[in-house]
């Protein structure tokens, strides 16, 4: 007898729930089927063979938190997939069934995103091919981690255009939500990079698009929170990698000083990367600093004399260092391993990252550290501040404040402890934080730990909201994908 996916899934499931039996609770399509729910033949196995769908206990509660550890949601299984025809299938199923779904990377959001409660999660690590790498781009699959991909296109001497600072995020993971990194105000965010995605549609079709095929779905999946379609391959920009950096760490008695000479150096485009961070002084108050870098090959090493010419920091505390590109772009693992050895990496990261307009950013900054203490952000905690160009960001739904230049302004708290009352205050005060930041004008990177109403998503998304809606009502009629968000 002849099935189609929907169909094939739906056995699928139920024998996985009805099959106690087994290794791990683990099975695949086929012995799936043989539990008796349905007869398929040898055409529909031979395309679904290698789905993995699992109710076993340690694997359901595995997907049932993320990095954040602030949010669990216990899925009812999860789809370890290995192919875009899983997904697509999975997806046929869920519609028929109404169920949630939320397709999981590599498991580093903060407030639940990629969770769901009694729905199924969709593991995307095992879509990690790096497929071809040629002189102006790379084609991955979604789970890649960025790290992966760097290796790969290293290898060639090619770099993409934006890493973010921690590479061990997944492609289709950054994707979804934007991208940001050191880089950013030369390239934009990752989304500005990508020419083409392969995509499975809340009502599992498999479709590719990009700025020709499929422009309304192009626009809805990159940065789109999931809510269209679970990216599965990106086609991605690249350019010649650098062989060396030099990195510059200043240092500033006030935010004002900072302020001026980022804003300074940005405008005369001294530095290929350029960040900032405002840092516990261990006496009550903040210190500031610059951070920057220039790419150079090994003949033209940047003179350290010109490229900080006029800057007002103390200079005597300057720290300059010289790295491979490879070393500085995998520089955040030291600091990983440094937070997992004291076991801080497995506290709770309650963390608020927002843009806040070119305009006021200097007062509102100001204003918000007055209210913060060195217990707020934690013993290796940072504010990230800096400012950026916003002509490089293309993306529709990647939302900065309407100025010519924002200031990424992240709150990255790391808690000395577990302690559930600490975290309960920190995430209230990220929810009273954004209120003021948007009451100023700015606005959210949309991966931090507080909960947004579906109103608050609609003023957030601004004049893309209609256009975004229409794309959510025709790629995820159901309404099933990423209820993590909770934006429609």
Partial sequence: MR?????????????????????????????AAAGGEQLLDAQVLDAQVNAYLSRDPAVRAAAADDFGRLIYKQPRAVLKASSCADIAALMRWAGSQGVKVAARGLGHSTYGRALVDDGVVIDMSGLSTIRHVQPDRIVVDAGTAWSSVLEATLAQGLTPPVLTNYLGLSVGGTI???GIGASSSRYGMQTDQVVELDVVTGDGNELTCSDIANPELFDGVRAGLGQCGIITRATLRLRRAPERVRRY????????????????????????????AILPDGRGGWR??????????????PDDKAVLAALSDDRKAAVTADLTYREDALAFAKFENLLRSNGHWFHPMPWLLAFLRGSNAEQVAREILAGLTAEDIG?????????????????PLVRLPDESL????????????NDPAT???????????????????????????FAMSRDGWADHFGSSWPRFSEAKRRYDPGNLLAPGYDVF
């Fill in 3 to 31: 099935t189609d996916r929907r169909n094939f899934l739906g056995a699928t499931f139920g024998a996985t729930a009805a099959v106690a039996s087994g290794a791990n609770g683990l099975m695949t399509a086929a012995q």
């Fill in 288 to 301: 500031y600093q610059l951070e920057a870098a220039v790419f150079y090959d090994r003949e033209a090493a």
């Fill in 176 to 178: 979804s939500v934007g």
């Fill in 406 to 417: 924002v200031f990424p302004f992240n709150v990255i708290r790391m808690p000395a402890s």
């Fill in 423 to 449: 975290t309960e205050r920190m995430v209230a005060q990220n929810r009273a934080l954004y209120d003021r930041i948007r009451k100023a004008g700015g606005l959210q990177y949309p991966v931090g730990a």
């Fill in 379 to 395: 013993p290796f905690g940072r504010i990230t501040y800096y400012p950026l160009h916003t002509s490089a960001f293309r993306t």
């Fill in 249 to 276: 760490q200043l240092f500033y008695p006030d935010l004002a000083a900072l302020t001026a000479d980022q804003r300074r150096v940005l405008s005369e485009q001294r530095f290929d990367q350029l960040q900032g």
